[in-house]
């Protein structure tokens, strides 16, 4: 029998979310919180003093008159330096001490960004929290070269003192030619940031384009002389032409470089991602302790070198405006569409729902060179990113939350008011809710007029959660489920009663299990007695038994597999914990004892533990399915079919196998539900496309699988009236959606512009140039007819792919990759990957996004609020993949030295070495 006509299950019940809506908290109002605006109070000069500065700045030489700075004065900022009349000399220099300057970050403003409106006005965006101008990143140039702004008071020997306010520039200061003629003064500027940065241009330009390009800090065109930003310009032309005509492997081979230098931005990026993927508290950058370990690395460090908790704040507020902005920018470069997957999540401290939605499609522009074709550029890669972790307010219901989909998805640009939508499939568990959410989201996209997003066919399944759905039915016959719901009766838990027998009058060994795991955990006693009892039994590690429960996938195998690997250790325990510790549990009612339950009565035999062996063999199936959909960086669509039916296929043999005969009505009620949820794969085409598009399977898996013509004639007669030819219907989806994309293909020429769904990102590879002659009367009948005659055209190329054997492709080949090397060979059925590759099979993206969330949402961290919040969770997926450890990179980096040049001497030596071994053996003899 095919497997296609397995028997179909009861409807399962849906999980819902809850109904209960959720007020708007207001922002907390307390001191040194993320929303406060940030003022330096600054005191205006006395007027003597300006007085005095303006008569120094008037009595110097043209060439030595600098722009006065705006900046007004700070008392707190002060250094006293005597001027000495005359040569000025060493002694001069040596009275000049540093002192700290105003912190350039102290004049940064955060602000809150606006909060959403009510998801059921349609008409709302979602604005974004609006980037901060920070000054430490306006002056990171100039501080490789000049000091913090800083006031001196200049002392000359006749008691005239002069209060300025300006810049030592490090370089001037420590010239010994300088010191002589301008004695305490070398090196000061009292000028603006221009001026210091022309200064750079005249006298430094080859010292501070060498620390910037250590600090990776950009230069400043003000700090750079004209000549070399003209030879600048002409040398980037010259480059964009070179690379028009070929690429490179330029950018594809990269060699690592670790910090070489110093430098604010530098550090306050590197304490910002510590905040972020570190899980620490924003109050960390105010830590003492914290700040001294990055004095000890640097001692001259100040205060004003590191940032404060406020801007770091600042700092992940920008980091996520930009994170947003290019999300947007990569969306809105792609050629294909962008699949999603959503849920809901609530945090334990607050109570605050978050709706967390996942991301994926495929860069086309991936190291693409300056100048070059997207299409033609770089290998394509399967890009994934967090597109919202936001508060989500009111009721739970499907159509708010389809709402507040929309609006993150106009946030990075899948979807738009005024534009075409990107929106291609979203994957999502079974809760009755997901399903009206995207009945919704199909009513206001049709609203904005984009009709093709029908929600039956776009709204996915999670596998992974039909997976779980199948074990949990499963675990339902062989143990008592109940249990795993309720403290109490886990704790309470006895097996003697009969009612606590499974179904088949043995022990209940799930529940046994679970029991003594919680147990041994309780007291430290126990857990003492039981890591000795491992070690007797030759486990040199102690280990423990991780419990199971329903919404954990995998928990039931992980718990099964590991107690029968410690079930020496556990059998040695029991046998002597009632001596040590009295009874496992004692039942009281009214404060009367009324049962003592002894720990011998969990004692299991040799037989209990062959049902556990089973069970686990039988668990392990579903879970080495389970972990095929967790990857985010890879195409799983494709995974789904085979998955399913190679799961369904494993528990069926065990069906006719006698030695699981314990478990068989257990393995059938998993079957039912696993069938349930396979027949509804037939409402969305995609996943015979996923196949077809995988070179390994194509269309040959359906149709030694399901079968077609001959499979269909002997169903009919085995009195099946409504068998279906599955090939043949495979087929008509294939051909259906070969149609739809033949327009869009890649490199499509030109002359196709009108053709409906064309490309605008893609140019032509095969239209001729300008000013060719080849561009005939023939060329445009070709091209028109081409065009018009679809069918030839994506026939001729689908049968070609077909009929490729593929004789050197395995299941595992990586399907995005693939397609790039063949998306010349086959255009539309690479335009169609482009869509189809990118679908997530599971929400395992956005669950672990919430797995996440719980290390962040600590109590610790409970005043963050929603806002930052997200920002939080969005960098860290961003940031996390990035981050380098420099310090073990330090640690690897060998010096090259070349030996050539050493070549001489060597030979030199061993000559030598000849020579007086020569010696040696004439001496002996």
Known sequence: MAIKTRGKGKDAKATTAGAGGTKRKQPEQNSGSEAEVLHAKKKPAPASKKATAQRRKAARKPSEVVEEDEEELDEDDIEEVEEVEGDGGEAAKDDVEIVEGDEDEDEEETGEGTKDADASDEGSDLDLPGKVKMKVDQTADLLTIFSARVTVHFKSKNGEVDELRGRWCELCREDPKKCLQQGGRAGWYTGGNSTCRRHIASAHYQEYHKRCKEAKVAESNTATPKSVLEARKEAASKKEIQVKKQTTLDGAVRKLETPTMFSRPSIFDAVTKHVVCGDQALLVADDVTFTNCL?????????????????????????????????????????????????????????????????????????????????????????????????????????????YFLKFSDRVGITSKTSASKLGYNTADNASNNGTASAEIERLLAKRGAQEWDASKRQLSCIAHVVQLGIEDFMTQITQVALVESKQAMWEYDPTLTEN???????????????????????????????????????????????????????????????????????????????????????????????????????????????????????????????????????????????????????????????????????????????????????????????????????????????????????????????????????????????????????????????????????????????SDSDDEYDRVRAHRLNADSSGGWKAELKRYLDDPGSNVTKHIDTVEFWWEHRNVYPTLARMALDILPIPASSVAVERLFSRASQVATDRRSRLGPDVFEWIECLNHYWRPQIVDFARCNSQQVEDVDLSEYAVFYEVEELYAEDEQDLDIIHVL
Not at 660 to 686: E, M
């Open 501 to 771: 027998r499974v179904a088949t009058g043995g022990l209940d060994v799930i529940a046994i299990i679970r029991t003594l795991a919680i147990k041994i955990q309780a007291s430290p006693q126990r857990k003492e007695a039981f890591k000795r009892a491992q070690k007797q039994s030759g486990i040199d590690v102690p280990l423990i038994i991780p419990l199971h429960g329903n919404t954990r996938w995998g928990s039931a195998h992980g718990m099964c597999e590991r107690a029968f690997r410690l079930r020496e250790a556990i059998d040695m325990f029991v046998a002597t914990t009632d001596t040590k510790f009295g009874p496992i549990t004692i039942i009281r009612v009214n404060g009367k004892v009324t049962k003592k339950i002894p720990w011998s009565a969990f004692r299991l035999e040799d037989s209990d533990w062959r049902r556990v062996h089973l069970c686990l063999d039988i668990l392990a199936d579903a879970n080495r399915y389970h972990q095929l959909f967790s990857a985010e960086t890879v195409p799983t669509i494709h995974r789904v079919i085979p998955a399913l039916e190679s799961l369904c296929t494993r528990w069926e043999r065990k069906l006719d196998n006698v030695k699981y005969a314990i478990f068989h009505p257990a393995i059938r009620r998993g079957l039912d539900k696993l069938g349930k949820y396979y027949n509804k794969l037939d409402n969305s085409d995609v996943y015979v496309l996923s196949l077809l598009l995988h070179p390994y399977y194509k269309l040959s898996y359906i149709e030694t699988k399901w079968g077609g013509e001959k499979e269909q004639e002997q169903e009919i007669a085995e009195g099946n009236p409504n068998a279906i030819n599955w090939t043949a219907r495979a087929r008509d989806i294939v051909d259906a959606a070969m149609e739809e994309y033949w327009p869009r293909r890649l490199n499509v020429p030109e002359r196709a512009e009108g053709v409906r769904g064309a490309s605008p990102c893609t140019t032509s590879q095969n239209s001729a140039p300008a000013d």
């Open 295 to 403: 004095v000890a690395m640097r001692p001259k460090t100040t205060r004003e070198d590191l940032p404060r908790r406020d801007t770091v704040r600042t700092r992940i507020q920008n980091a996520f405006d930009d994170y947003i902005t290019v999300t947007r920018k990569n969306i809105d470069a792609a050629i294909g569409n962008v699949s999603t997957n959503f849920d809901l999540w609530t945090e334990d401290h607050s109570s605050i729902a978050y709706f967390g939605m996942f991301g994926q499609w495929i860069d086309t522009q991936v190291s693409c060179p300056a100048g070059t074709d997207p299409v033609e550029g770089g290998k394509w890669s399967l890009r994934a990113a967090v597109l919202a972790m936001h508060e989500i307010l009111g009721s739970h219901s499907g159509a708010n939350l389809g709402r």
